[in-house]
């Protein structure tokens, strides 16, 4: 991996807090991602499953990790199975880890890990002993994957071979652990979140009029890799004029223009964790009177909506809040009317026209993180805060993101050394 090693406690701690979520006589059961293919003999880079590397640290397909806690012989509290390398692997593939480097990795003895060739034979001496089974699903809200994954052909396998056993959902303790940010995971967002600032920083150099939006990538990309980060957190977003009001933009194939403001949706992926920025720049170096205001309304937004992400908020009181301050910049913009606004439906508030999107989301492993939107903000929750205004008509749009961790006492915007405020960027562009 490009990352530094990361303490194997991190993910010691991690079981050892999902294992106080199990009934007695648990069993949990987990499976790497595939390596997806594409055409001919093709694949897609491998990303390793959230869940599995958050309870394992370990990094590599074809990993497996069963979980105990109550087993009655301790070496099957804690099992991990690996694909076992060989010469011809090593050949072509490269280095695979060795038993050794994997209880470096992941905390768990090298006596309780196994090769995959081995797993049948002992996951039989555990599997009888259990009350009941935890398996796994992506069971995010936003999920539509069509394809079928390692995890889901387990879950198949596992109902045909043991109809009787009882079973039970993993993703709902996932989601309750993960939520919340241990302070070793903080530090590895944080250090996706400094690649970004270096990258925001090497943009604000580099842009300017008749560059073309891939170039921009190109810069994003060669700042990303030069830093051990794996490349973007997500498909980035460099659209400039008109094509900023596309949310999802990413054809990144325009030149920009003079006059023209450019939206930069951009985040760096380190050791799994990633940063979400989005940040809106002026081609020219400097904003127009009327960028400014929509750029100064959209800040202002953003500083207000970050002051609500406190211990104890919930998700719709917050969006619900911070719609109402967006209506009011939109009123002040001149493009929503206060009595028109008086008499609007609740359930289809004028400022959606402007701004469409929610305000937040969860981050961490993933870039839209798993979490509950029941549950009350807690200390150690990591959210976006992305407001937007989006003016069709006239061929712009504005978004500014930053990421801030919820604490006892208020919170933390972990992007704060990232330029934001217009005179800083406008400084930084003609410097």
């Not at 190109?218 to 030069?226: G, S, T």
Request: proline share 5%.
């Amino acid at each position: 991996m490009r990352y530094s090693p990361i303490d194997s406690q991190l993910f010691v701690q991690n079981r050892q807090r999902l294992t106080q979520l199990l009934p007695g006589k648990a069993m949990v059961i987990l499976n790497a991602n595939d390596i997806l293919p594409t055409n001919a003999d093709g694949t897609l880079p491998f990303r390793q499953s959230s869940d599995l590397f958050y309870l394992s640290g370990v990094d590599q397909e074809e990993s497996r990790l069963v979980l105990f806690p109550e087993h009655p012989d301790p070496k099957f509290r804690e099992v991990l199975f690996l694909r076992e390398t060989s010469e011809l692997i090593e050949i072509w593939e490269g280095h695979k880890l060795t038993k050794a480097e994997a209880e470096a990795t992941s905390g768990i003895p090298q006596k309780q890990i196994y090769w995959n060739t081995q797993f049948e034979a002992i996951f039989t001496q555990m599997v009888f002993e259990a009350q009941v089974v935890f398996l796994n699903a992506n069971e995010h809200t936003r999920n539509g994957n069509e394809v079928e994954t390692r995890e889901a052909r387990f879950v198949a396998d596992f109902k045909r071979q043991y109809p009787l056993h009882t079973l039970a959902r993993l993703a709902p303790l996932m989601h309750q652990l993960r939520a919340i940010k241990l302070p070793q995971e903080v530090a590895l967002l944080q250090q996706a979140i400094d690649i970004t600032d270096g990258m925001f920083r090497r943009l604000l150099g580099f842009v300017k009029p008749g560059v073309w939006e891939y170039e921009i990538e190109a810069e994003m990309m060669h700042e990303f890799l030069r830093n051990r980060s794996r490349g973007a957190a997500y498909t980035p977003i460099i659209a400039s004029g008109k094509n900023a009001c596309v949310l999802h933009y990413i054809e990144n194939n325009a030149q920009c223009q003079a006059g023209e403001v450019l939206l930069l949706d951009l985040g760096a992926e380190y050791a799994n964790y990633n940063a979400d920025m989005t940040r809106s720049i002026p081609v020219s170096g400097r904003f127009t009177p009327r960028q400014r205001a929509v750029y100064d309304a959209v800040l202002r937004v953003m500083r207000a909506a970050t002051q609500l992400l406190v211990t104890g908020n919930i998700w719709d009181n917050y969006h619900r809040e911070v719609g109402k301050i967006m209506e009011s910049e939109l009123i002040g913009l001149g493009l929503l009317d206060r009595h028109e606004v008086a008499k609007q439906d609740p359930d289809a508030p004028l400022y959606k026209k402007y701004f469409m999107h929610g305000t937040s989301h969860f981050l961490g492993l993933d870039v839209h993180d798993v979490g509950n939107k029941y549950r009350r903000f807690e200390p150690g929750m990591v959210f976006t805060c992305e407001p937007g205004i989006y003016i069709r008509e006239e061929g712009l749009g504005i978004r500014l993101e930053n990421n801030i961790l919820i604490t006892e006492t208020g919170n933390i915007d972990l992007m704060a050394n990232i330029p934001v405020e217009a005179d800083e960027i406008e400084a930084l562009m003609n410097a």
